[in-house]
């Protein structure tokens, strides 16, 4: 096992305007004292709670995140398809029709093989390690995509022939825990980490399983905390009360992050540490 390891911060969904701030607030701070070589955050509420626009993008980025994931509300904006197309750290889903926009894995590079650029860290983390995220969204209880264990399968075999000296982190955009465990299950071994995302509560499961892979069910979300999974708790109260689709707002008032560290041995490429972030304004 090597002395040094990778560290990968994760951050959950971000809601509109008050993630943003715990964003802006927090991230600084936390990669200085996790000494993440590598952040990653799922944009796909940033706008308003449905949805990422270029400021949103670009003020992630400012922050600190490195690699955007997202999820089914990336598509909310009629300006998602260009985006895609033109922010290579924006990622979708990668099981979606190939036909659509975008891309679903990143690269990022390492000593021996190009892709984004690696971060460079105040804090002096290294960041010379090679990534590849990979962006996969479940199917049951959402949209009958391609399969994710299939693309999984694609992506990881493609992986091994063109980037493998890669540590493999996943962001699996899911609202099943049966489905997210089952896939982390499937990656155990083959996946550095399988991190959840979708449904805005954090799960207090981080484990290590039996081949190495490290495992959350879900990061939780970056927004607001007197809220409905971030949404104005009248208006959904409302809509439970009356079956009346009302439209959804992002609440207002204090915020908090979500996410986790994952410490990865880049030998054995087995995650040997997890710790639950939650920060609040």
């Given amino acids: 096992m090597s002395s040094v390891t990778a560290n990968v911060l994760m951050i959950g969904d971000i809601v509109g305007a008050p993630g943003l701030r715990a964003l802006f607030t927090f991230l600084p701070s936390l990669i200085k004292k996790t000494e993440a070589d590598l952040v990653i955050a799922n944009g796909e509420n940033a706008l308003k709670g449905f949805g990422i626009g270029e400021e949103e993008i670009a003020a992630m980025r400012s922050y600190g995140v490195d690699v955007i994931t997202s999820g089914n509300h990336v598509w909310e904006r009629k300006e998602a398809a260009d985006l895609l197309e033109a922010e290579p750290a924006l990622l979708r889903p990668a099981n979606y029709p190939r036909s659509l926009p975008g891309r679903g894995v990143a690269h990022i590079e390492g000593q021996s093989a190009p892709g984004l650029p690696a971060p460079t860290r105040a804090s002096g983390a290294s960041g010379h390690f090679e990534w590849l995220v990979v962006n996969l969204q479940g199917r049951r209880e959402l949209y009958d995509i391609d399969c994710p264990f299939a693309k999984a399968d694609q992506i990881l075999a493609n992986a091994a022939r063109e980037n493998p000296g890669a540590l ?31 449904t805005h509560v954090p799960t207090a499961d981080e484990r290590t399983l039996p081949k190495g892979t490290g495992y959350l069910t879900d990061l939780g979300m970056t927004g607001p905390v007197d809220s409905v999974i971030g949404m104005n708790g009248d208006i959904c109260v409302r809509r439970f009360l009356t079956q009346i689709p009302y439209k959804m707002e992002t609440a207002e008032g204090s915020a908090a992050i979500m996410g986790a560290l994952f410490r990865i041995d880049p030998e054995s490429r087995r995650c040997v540490g997890i710790e639950r972030v939650y920060k609040s304004l």
Wanted: proline share 0%; glycine share 6%; charged share 25%.
């Fill in 168 to 198: 493999i982190v996943v962001d699996f955009h899911a609202e099943s825990n049966e489905e997210k465990e089952a896939l982390a299950w499937y990656l155990d071994g083959r996946a550095s980490v399988v991190a959840g995302t979708h």
